[in-house]
């Protein structure tokens, strides 16, 4: 049997990082993945924003975490991200969708971050050739930005080998065995494993997990497909999120990478529930008509190629992170929503020094606002 102060299911976007976080704080650490490498699930499928810019007090605390490991990462480790501080841009062309912004920065803002309502001006300049008819104007949080997931997800990886974090890939969790509340073993296709603690990061298979504990976690994936053009030369830097729901689809969003390309996704309604991740002939059809709407000058590019991921989501679209009460031994980081790439780098730090009992005094909050065991009877304004 292979022993270890933590054995981490998933070497995901939470996972890998965690694993770095933990062994430098002087831990035994494994991380146990199915997929071939690490980021070989719904991880690669990320288009790559990274943004502090939520709703949720917990999850703007954790984004400005991750933007501040993200600067940090090249100068300090030496690790290039192709990361573009280009910020995010909310544009509003209903004054419902300008009342639900502007009713969000105090909140933003009490959490530390930069972000202001701009002028419709403002943003015809950092978007050039944005429909300006009808528009209202919008919010702009500069400190935002867009990075490759597939390099930060081999940095993570090569940053956990560095503090010898073993782990074992191809290698799927079979089950558990459990006595007098406790996990004494974690069975495999492979090793068999013993740990002092076990971490859920699972991805959109935390509730299998959770089950084979005898855990129900509140995680569903449900399917979201994204594009990409040719690359073309630059023209413009944000990521444009627009939130105004139609019949078919809620908030879209799109930006232009460092390589050119541009990169797009939206959010269908009702949710495609369901962990597939075959590309559908409605993606395209309901896509494209948004973009072009808002940014005709899109319609010039021709789309590269599109596929599909999986958003492991919670009922109130905030991640569950925090100790089992059923099962000794257990932490949960799961129900990311779709967002683990952008608040992975933050969290893994959090989570580490929550379970090291190293937390500042002033993060207790985001572990009482994402506990396995609250309220999800809400639901985040911007998600």
Known sequence: MSVYDVLIIGAGSVGTILSYWLARRGLKVAVVEKNAAPGRGEHRAAIGGVRATHSDPAKIKIGLRSLDFLRRL???YGYDLDYVEGGYLFPA???RTASKLKSLLAVQRAQGLNIDWIEPEEVARLIPGIREEGLLGGTYSPEDGHLSPLKLASASYRMALSVGVDFY???TVLGFDINSGKIVSVKTN???FSAGLVVNAAGSNARQIGQLMGVDLPVVPDAHEAGV???VE?????MVVDIEPTADSENYYFYQGKDGAVLFCITPKPKRVGATSASTSEFLPMVVPRLLRLYPRLGHLRVRRVWRGM???TPDDRPIVGFDQEVAGVFHAVGMCGQGLMLGPGLGELVADYITGSLRPDDYSVF???SPYRDFSGQELLR
């Not at 630059?234 to 944000?238: A, C, I």
């Open 311 to 313: 958003y492991p989501g």
């Open 93 to 95: 062309y209903t004054e």
């Open 229 to 231: 053009t040719d690359q």
């Open 190 to 192: 492979g090793p068999e």
């Open 234 to 238: 630059r023209f413009f830097d944000p």
């Open 74 to 76: 090249e100068v300090e």
């Open 368 to 370: 009482e606002q994402l």
């Open 169 to 171: 890939f191809r290698t």
